[in-house]
């Protein structure tokens, strides 16, 4: 069994909550030093968790890998000076603020040979692992995101809800896109100047599948559904109450003279694969990449895809 790794967390906000949370139970890490400039949140939540903390990223010679879930725009920063030190990076998503950015972070991981994973937490979603295990041939998603406006979130619904879904229909159907169209709203007068809060998202790939994406903040309630055409079954698959449906077409007929209708649709409810917590097997996906039990190269291949079409979709900003 690999040795238990020193881990540093950056970012003590609303994630880096729940990462410091999942890395103090790990049996396979423990939470050596957490860092933000808040001292007084900073401060309190590592001596909660037997960690240190410091205002800044220290020298990271005793530390084994390190996790960022600091404000975004910090990403850039953060993920050279770590990947500069050798150090495994687990970095929430997005990457960086800017595609030439990621891009720039993800060339530096190859070219040093370092793992480098970003936290596209959905794939971990207990219901999408058990989709996945069902799949057969995808030729049509569909995915909604729906949520009521969060006033803590005031920037656009692209990064913040799109990225999520764009990433499981990239990871369904296996390939990135060949072509991206979007169609962007803007309505909240709370929102930041610029910020969409509406997202609407057509995918068309190579070998002829197709998605589509609708991510919205001015819903009324929360949506988080994904549903997977084949050519003979649909897998439902509700991401929030985390769980699949599968339904197979068998017949249809009129009963007698009038409209009613008859229907025979075969339904299978499969058993969810698992019960772990998404960032609990996230970190445990981490750990593997680090240990190399999973390939850091593969894994790496994964992330570029959703940025770039996310890029895509908020490059309508401008002219919008
Ligand atoms: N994977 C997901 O589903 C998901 C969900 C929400 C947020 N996120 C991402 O997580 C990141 C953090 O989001 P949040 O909601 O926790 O934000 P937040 O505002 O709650 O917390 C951000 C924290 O980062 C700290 N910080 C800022 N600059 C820093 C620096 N240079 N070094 C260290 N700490 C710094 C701030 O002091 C703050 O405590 C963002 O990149 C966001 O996009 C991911």
């Known amino acids: 069994m690999a040795a238990v790794k020193r ?3 950056v970012g003590a906000g609303n994630m880096g ?17 957490l860092v933000d400039p808040r001292e007084s949140v900073g401060r309190d939540m590592a001596e909660r968790l037997g960690a240190a903390w410091a205002p800044e990223l220290p020298d990271l010679h005793d530390i084994d890998a390190v ?15 770590v990947l500069n030190q050798d150090k495994p990076l687990l970095i929430e998503k997005p990457v960086a603020d800017d595609l030439l950015h990621t891009r720039e972070i993800l060339e530096l991981a190859d070219t040093r040979d370092v793992p480098i994973m970003c936290g596209l937490l959905e ?8 989709a996945r295990a069902a799949l057969g041939d995808p030729l049509h998603v569909t995915a909604t995101r729906h949520s009521p406006y969060a006033p803590r979130i005031r920037t656009g619904v692209a990064w913040d809800l799109l990225v999520h879904d764009v990433d499981l229909a990239i990871n ?7 072509s991206v169209d979007s169609r962007l709203g803007f309505f909240h007068p709370n929102s930041v100047p610029g910020a969409e809060d509406v997202a609407e998202t057509l995918l068309g790939f190579e070998d002829g599948a197709v998605a589509r994406i609708s991510a ?12 997977i055409y084949e050519l003979d079954r649909l897998i439902e698959v509700d991401l929030l109450r985390r769980d699949v449906t599968i339904y197979r077409h068998v017949s249809e007929d009129s009963i007698g003279d009038g409209p009613s209708y008859r229907q025979q649709t075969i339904i299978e409810i499969p058993e969810v694969v698992t019960s772990v917590e998404p960032l609990t097997a996230q970190f445990a996906r981490f750990n593997d990449v680090i240990d190399g039990r999973a390939s850091a190269a593969a894994e790496r291949a994964t992330i570029l895809p959703s940025h770039e079409v996310v890029d895509h979709v908020i490059s309508q900003r401008v002219t919008a």
């Open 67 to 81: 996790v960022v879930a600091a404000a975004t725009e910090a990403h850039y920063g953060l993920a050279l000076e």
């Open 17 to 33: 909550a729940n990462h410091a949370r999942v890395i103090s139970q790990s049996d396979q890490a423990t939470l050596a030093v």
């Open 7 to 9: 881990i540093a967390l």
């Open 123 to 130: 794939r971990y979603n207990p219901a999408v692992l058990t």
């Open 216 to 227: 919205s903040r001015v819903g009324q309630h929360k949506i988080r559904s994904l549903s």
């Open 172 to 178: 369904l159907i296996g390939s990135a896109p060949a």
